[in-house]
């Protein structure tokens, strides 16, 4: 496994193996978990050589404090990376990948920005799509892994690829989730032992929405789950939406020609936590 911190140098490593080679690329921010093994060791079977980005990128926080508390575990990431047989790893410095100018690009996506995630969190969505934007430039991946939990990303990524034409193709893999149904990921470990014990709560009440969304109407379903949460004093429902899988337009009606999905955002204590489920 070789790891490089500078754009110069994995760039010219790649070009020197890409001559007829496939290459997959995972990009992540680090405290790495099974949920990002699962997308590299997908990588591997499809492609040749897989690309690994750790990389923090400041512009898609909206809080300051959430930046500065995002665990950084960098020796155990490429311990981990190394167990899945990761070929290259990129670890840049945001000065490596913004130099002296840490903004975001604004992105059009269409609207799917404003929806769920981009209600709550401003600028969020364009800090993504400029970081993944820049590290598709520099790996120049032919096929890219996200997991389905940032679902809402994943088709803003989607738009983006499509929009700027970008010749990289978009693999969204199912949510890697803990024994107790919680969706895996790098903040659960910031969760205190009460919260953790609560926060299965959200994936039951998903697939119990999803039994209900099979005979109710959709504003009912989300009444139910609002509800529901009324009743956990230690988790805070955010937003809990149904919309549709293309638009992520939040419905009112059933049409039963169209792909529906359900989101969440739930604050366990300080944590916020988000999943969703196809319907």
Known sequence: MLVFAKKKSVQQKIESLKKATSIGFVPTMGA?????????????????LVVVSVFVNPTQFDKQEDLINYPKTIEKDLSLLKSVFCDIVFAPSAHEIYANNITSQAF????????????????????????????????????????????????????????HQIPV??????????DDGLAMSSRNTRLTKAHREAAPFIYKTLKQAKVKFG???????????????????????EYFEIADEETLQTIKNKDIKQKYRAFIAVFAGEIRLIDNISL
């Open 215 to 237: 005979t109710e109407n959709a504003l009912d379903v989300v009444g139910w789950v609002e509800n529901e949460f009324k009743k956990q004093p230690l988790l805070e429902l």
């Open 32 to 48: 790495l978990h099974k949920g990002h093994l699962s997308l590299i060791e997908r990588a591997k079977k499809e492609n040749d």
């Open 108 to 163: 059009d996506f269409d609207g799917l920005e404003f929806q769920m995630e981009g209600k709550f969190r401003t600028g969020h969505f364009d800090g993504v799509g400029t970081i993944v934007k820049r590290l598709f430039e520099i790996v120049k991946p032919t096929k890219a892994y996200f997991g389905e939990k940032d679902f809402q990303q994943l088709q803003i990524i989607r738009t983006m690829v499509k929009k």
């Open 169 to 178: 193709k978009i693999v969204g893999c199912d949510i890697y989730r803990e």
